[in-house]
């Protein structure tokens, strides 16, 4: 007997993936979506945090340029400071909240290399346990998460706001 796999904001997702229009992040940069619908964790004068909405784990959380850039090189330098700083501080709120016993940071840079959203350069943070027993990728592309992702956002948002 299998367990269902249960995933609500995916299917959201592709509810509304249609209806999508513009690039979502500068949509969250420009606090385009209601505080309640926002994933945005925390934002600085540059840059901001977000989850990512396809997460690989519990708390993946993305960091980008408040300005809409597709090239990694075409950041200013205070803009690098800015993703690297709230970077940082995304390991610490996460570190809090989660206590991961690692963490993933990195570019994924075109298609190839895994970039869902290309137009718009950002950074991956990823919180690691040991053994990450809720990661499953090769499943039909669903992965199993123990905490809806505004239940994540609140939280991590709490985090932030303590520091
Ligand atoms: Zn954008």
């Avoid at 950041?75 to 690098?80: F, G, H, P, V, W």
């Avoid at 919180?127 to 956002?153: C, I, Q, S, Y």
Wanted: with cysteine.
């Amino acid at each position: 007997m299998t367990k269902p796999l249960w995933a609500p904001w995916r299917l959201e997702y592709i509810e509304q993936a249609d209806a999508d229009d513009g690039c979502v992040f500068c949509r969250e940069a420009l606090g385009e979506l209601p505080e309640s619908e926002s994933l945005v964790v925390a934002r600085g004068d540059l840059a901001f945090v977000l989850l990512n909405k396809f997460p690989y784990s519990s708390g993946h959380l993305i960091v980008a340029p408040s300005r809409h850039e597709a090239d990694l090189a075409g950041l200013t330098e205070e803009e690098a400071l800015a993703v690297h700083r709230l970077g940082v501080d995304a390991l610490d709120a996460l570190g809090r909240t989660y206590d991961p016993q690692g963490f993933n940071l990195g570019w994924n840079l075109g298609r190839a290399a895994g970039a869902g959203i290309t137009s718009h350069v950002h950074l991956h943070v990823v919180p690691r346990w040991g053994g990450d027993t809720n990661f499953m990728p090769v499943l039909a592309d669903v992965k199993v998460l123990p905490e809806h992702l505004l239940a994540t956002r609140d939280r991590l948002r709490s985090a932030w706001a303590s520091r």
